[in-house]
């Protein structure tokens, strides 16, 4: 029997549904975790010489943070899950700021130290600074977007700031879709090697500047670090 077709008022509520987000299922959280100890274990490859202060202190502390917020993962917006937020995003940032930190060191490296820098350790090292720079935007979009992984689960969550394809065309995928962390993973590896938005696009001031940032990482890391190691072998 052939299904009767949706009124327009019917589809019109189907389509703003799907455009604003879906409130989320509660999702597993090892492959954000996972994706910090891969960062952590990227920063302790690095030469030593790249690491902001002793080699680690900073792996170390962000190991000790992330310890902690595995024992201590409420569920729902009590006190307690604001709190695990913010050191989340602590967490997230010094992360962020200690992959800058050595992107920087590098360079510095190469403008007034070239010659003590060798192409197979520029070839790791922009490799390293790469896969971190994805990985921590990733975990950025996945903990920011909608207000959390926590605040996705509300029906009244705030306003989405990446639009995925399921959500303008819900039609194409399962019933009351949402994000999980590979999606966003996705989007800041393309984001990384496209230097701008693919099939997902970004809604708001902030995830327009996150994108804008991981672009420039990214193009100073392969222009700067990768193109002078293909010298440096030629």
Known sequence: ????????????????????????????????????????????????????????????????????????TP???????RIRRFAAIVLIALIQLTNIASLVLLVRLLLYHASSVTGIELIYSSIGLWLTNVIVFALWYWELDRGGPEERRMRRHPQPDFLFPQMMTPDCTVPGWTPGFVDYLYVAFTNATAFSPTDTMPLTPWSKSLMLVQSIVSLATITLVAARAVNILN
Do not use: C, N, Y
Request: net charge positive; glycine share 6%; proline share 9%.
């Open 1 to 72: 029997m052939a299904r009767p077709p949706a009124s327009k008022s019917d589809s019109s509520v189907a389509h703003d549904s799907a455009s604003w987000g879906v409130a989320a299922k509660a999702q597993p959280r090892w492959p954000a975790r996972l994706a910090i100890l891969v960062a952590i274990a990227l920063t302790l490859t690095l030469p030593h010489r790249l690491h902001v202060g002793p080699s680690l202190l900073v792996p170390g502390l962000e190991f000790v943070l992330l310890i902690a917020l595995t024992l201590a």
């Open 75 to 81: 569920l729902g917006m009590s006190e307690e899950a």
